[in-house]
């Protein structure tokens, strides 16, 4: 899906996803002093603001300029300032690199893309922070196709935890959790579990 696709979706809905943080993003970084965050593809804001909110300095990085004209509004009304910058990972990945200033945390949360697409930018997320800093990356797993429900139906896009491992090697990170995880999703038949991919590391320092 390219950048117009994803401006029309998130013009089209007040909300594409959740107002709060993802719950992963929450209980992995509660306990993490605040320093720069980098949210990559991070959309409409939620994490980049709930981040703000807890005294981080954030950076929310995306393609769609609609979705940041609602990250910047969303921001204001919550009172805490957001950097938006628009670029196309992906692009910048197969280039010169993922060009941003370094990062204590650095988010990468449902980005979907082909494997050889995702490869190069988690691996430039990766260098992307700093010592001391983490790498957190939740993906739909490909066996939500299965197992789960919801997310997108592309096994292509869909990941397991030691494919993202593998695009870790040689970063320099230390893979501190990779594994599965159930995320509670409300459906008309009841409460049934997602399956999602979480994979959080860190830079010795």
């Given at each position: ?8 979706r ?24 605040p ?14 603001i709930w981040?703000?909110?807890?005294g ?9 300029a609609?979705a940041?004209?609602?990250?910047r509004?969303l ?16 692009a910048a990945?197969?280039g010169?690199?993922l060009?941003f ?5 650095v ?9 050889d ?19 957190l990356?939740v ?6 196709l299965?197992h ?8 292509e ?6 494919e ?10 230390v ?7 159930l ?11 997602a ?6 590391a860190?830079?010795?320092g």
């Open positions: 899906m390219d950048a117009q696709a994803w401006d029309a998130y013009r089209d809905a007040d909300l594409v996803w959740s107002k709060g943080p993802n719950l992963f993003v929450e209980a992995e970084v509660a306990g993490l002093p320093g720069r965050a980098l949210d990559l593809a991070g959309g409409e804001g939620r994490n980049a981040l703000a909110r807890r981080w300095d954030v950076e929310l990085v995306d393609f769609s609609v940041l004209d609602k990250a509004r921001a204001d009304h919550a009172e805490v300032a957001l950097t938006t910058t628009r670029a196309d990972l992906v990945a197969q010169d690199g060009q200033a370094g990062a204590d945390l988010l990468v949360i449902y980005l979907q893309l082909p494997r697409e995702l490869r190069p930018v988690l691996s430039g997320a990766a260098h992307l922070v700093r010592s001391g800093g983490t790498l990356v993906s739909h797993a490909r066996r939500n299965t789960g429900v919801g997310g997108p139906p592309d096994p896009v869909l990941t397991e935890p030691d993202v491992v593998a695009d870790l090697v040689g970063t320099g990170l893979i501190g959790r990779a594994h599965e995880v995320r509670p999703v409300e459906t008309d038949d009841g409460p049934r579990d399956i999602d991919v979480l994979v959080r860190h830079r010795p």
